[in-house]
């Protein structure tokens, strides 16, 4: 594939918030806090960052955080791509799509100031992931040089206590509340957070800064052997997920994906330095390394990811870990990487081959 991830950025709104400082932004529902602990002692994530202000009121919206995002990975330098693909959960605006909006606040900060052709793609934590995918297809083709590609997510503002009104039906799960659909919406106030990334992709490296050449993509959906597992009504705006379906159908789902896309392109992970996963949990940590140890056929690839400080942002999660592994490592000339990117909603997962190129 003649395309190559030429710059990265991230933006993660406000102070970092540390685990005790979570009721502080978003607020403290009734019977909470006890569910609050059991999370994130399983989730591993010890702080992350809001888009609001201690009395629940937005710091920023999607589409700044996306902009901000991108100035970060240029430079804040006019780009001359001329292809722009975004991906988010949710924006404030339904249409039109994320893309349009974000082109237009692109140009009033000087980024962008021409005509480009534009994809906005929507789901859950893969949308990001898509547009990465569409992005660099695009370049491939030879139908662009250059493109840019942000993910981007807000869940506070559907989250925050002063927002949800998740039903309360705990009384009749007693016994087992991770039934109830109570616990699946409130649970998900402990596991997710904001904050945006960016990749520019051209179709040579760059000569002044590492870049990775993206080797080849693999996007597949099991919907047709899945049941729905985590949604956004798009009236309520109620996230919820269903944790049951959750542990049945990830696994097996996650393996088959592995093994399609490795048979695919003749490959084994053990030619891989290095996985960069979307987790949304150390919860699945144990099945990440059973995975890249099987599939490696050896010791289990080594895997790096900043889930613990940044939180799970969603579809923006993988570029603002690529982002920082890329300026806190100097991974060698010819090293393999490997995106690893799950999306529960109906079980869709991107997977993204990367090749390091030293200038």
């Not at 082109?103 to 005509?115: K, N, V």
């Not at 003749?266 to 891989?272: D, K």
């Not at 393999?336 to 200038?359: A, C, R, W």
Request: charged residues 20%; neutral net charge.
């Amino acid at each position: 594939m003649n395309c190559y991830i030429t710059g990265t950025g991230s933006f993660l709104p406000g102070e970092a918030v540390p685990n005790e400082a979570i009721p502080d932004f978003m607020g403290e529902l009734d019977g909470e806090a006890l569910v609050r602990r059991k999370i994130l002692r399983m989730n591993g994530i010890k702080s992350r960052h809001y888009a609001l202000d201690r009395a629940q009121n937005p710091t920023h919206d999607a589409y700044e955080m996306a902009a901000l995002a991108a100035a970060h990975c240029l430079d804040h330098k006019p780009g001359t791509f001329t292809y722009l693909s975004a991906g988010s959960t949710n924006t404030p605006l339904v249409g039109p799509g994320l893309s349009s909006i974000l082109h237009a606040r692109l140009a009033r900060q000087g980024i962008i100031a021409r005509p480009v052709e534009i994809n906005s793609n929507s789901g859950i934590c893969t949308s990001g992931a898509q547009a990465l995918v569409n992005a660099a297809r695009a370049i491939a083709s030879g139908d662009h040089q250059e493109a840019l590609c942000i993910g981007v997510e807000q869940p506070s503002v559907f989250l925050k206590s002063s927002f949800i009104r998740p039903p309360d039906d705990r009384a009749l799960y007693l016994d087992k509340e991770t039934s109830s659909k109570w616990f699946m919406s409130v649970f998900l106030r402990s596991m997710l957070s904001d904050g945006a990334g960016a990749v520019s992709l051209r179709n040579q490296p760059a000569t002044d800064r590492i870049s990775y050449r993206l080797n080849w993509t693999y996007s597949r959906s099991f919907a047709h052997e899945t049941p729905l597992c985590m949604s956004l009504e798009s009236r309520s705006l109620l996230l919820s997920q269903d944790v049951a379906i959750l542990a049945k159908y990830m696994r097996p789902s996650v393996e088959q994906l592995v093994r399609g896309a490795l048979a695919q392109h003749g490959e084994s992970l053990a030619e891989y330095q290095c996985v960069l996963p979307h987790l949304s949990s150390y919860f699945f940590k144990a099945y990440l390394l059973d995975i890249l140890t099987k599939m490696g056929g050896g010791p289990a690839i080594p895997y790096w990811t900043n889930l613990e400080s940044a939180g799970n942002a969603g579809s923006a999660s993988i570029f603002i870990i690529l982002d920082e592994f890329t300026r806190k490592h100097t991974p060698a000339h010819g090293d393999k990487v490997m995106l690893f990117i799950p999306e529960s909603g109906q079980f869709n997962f991107v997977l993204v081959s990367l090749t390091v190129v030293h200038p």
